[in-house]
């Protein structure tokens, strides 16, 4: 069984559309992620959840909205996707991080913004 | 808050030599380190974290890293490579505090030759 997984892994698009990526867990975590990783394999961290509660929201346009119906899944829907949105985005799920716990990534959606 | 630097973009090696990829941090607090590896189109998965005790800490796939406080590093070593560890790594930093992220460097790219 997949720990963390995401769907889709490529997602090809215009710019203009709305898109939306899927995440779930299997660990029974509390917390999860949104990373986004450019061209240049920087990961950055976009949003985080706990136990559906948003913790952490980065410098992040309001295109980008999250959303995390339990604390399972954690959804990432983007609006008016612009050319700058290409990249992978990786969902991860952890404990908590305060005891030192590591993070668990999926796999990847790699997005293309034509 | 923290900042970690990999002083290496990338590192070639030739397979079944030792390899040491750099990793620095910045912290005016105690940290929590980690190493992950990401291989070509996966999500990253963790090799190895220092919490406290021991300064050296061994991980997967024969990797180790040593904790050196008083030159505030985390080095990534491995005695002898093979073609399977081409990847990139990852080296991260989290504080203590509750309210802490991890923050990852900006990876390090390790090449394996024949």
């Known amino acids: 069984d997949t720990a963390v997984s995401q769907t889709p892994k490529y997602l090809v698009t215009q710019m203009g559309n709305d898109k939306s990526i899927k995440c779930e867990q299997n660990?029974?975590?509390?917390?999860m992620y949104w990373y986004k990783q450019d061209s240049k394999k920087f990961l950055k961290i976009m949003f985080s959840?706990?136990?559906?509660?948003?913790?952490i929201n980065e410098t992040v346009p309001n295109r980008f909205s999250p959303k995390s119906p339990d604390k399972a899944h954690l959804n990432l829907h983007i609006n008016s996707l612009e050319l700058g949105d290409s990249a992978v985005y990786f969902c991860?799920?952890?404990?908590?991080?305060?005891?030192?716990?590591?993070?668990?990534f999926g796999p990847g959606t790699r997005l293309t913004v034509t | 808050a923290q900042s970690v630097t990999q002083l290496d973009s990338q590192v070639p090696v030739f397979e079944e030599a030792p390899v040491e990829l750099r990793c620095n941090y910045s912290?005016?607090?105690?940290?929590?380190l980690f190493w992950y590896v990401q291989y070509p189109n996966q999500g990253l998965q963790l090799l190895l974290k220092?919490?406290?005790?021991?300064?050296l800490v061994k991980g997967i796939n024969g990797f180790e890293a040593e904790f050196n406080k008083s030159q505030t590093s985390f080095h990534l070593r491995k005695p002898s490579v093979h073609i399977s560890d081409t990847a990139e790594y990852f080296c991260?930093?989290?504080?203590?505090?509750?309210?802490?992220?991890?923050?990852f460097g900006k990876g390090t790219r390790l090449h394996i030759l024949p």
């Open positions: 991860a799920s952890s404990q908590p991080l305060l005891s030192g716990n590591e993070q668990y």
């Open positions: 660990l029974g975590h509390d917390t």
């Open positions: 959840y706990n136990n559906k509660e948003l913790i």
């Open positions: 912290s005016s607090v105690s940290v929590y």
């Open positions: 220092y919490l406290s005790g021991s300064t």
């Open positions: 991260a930093v989290r504080g203590l505090n509750r309210d802490d992220k991890i923050i």
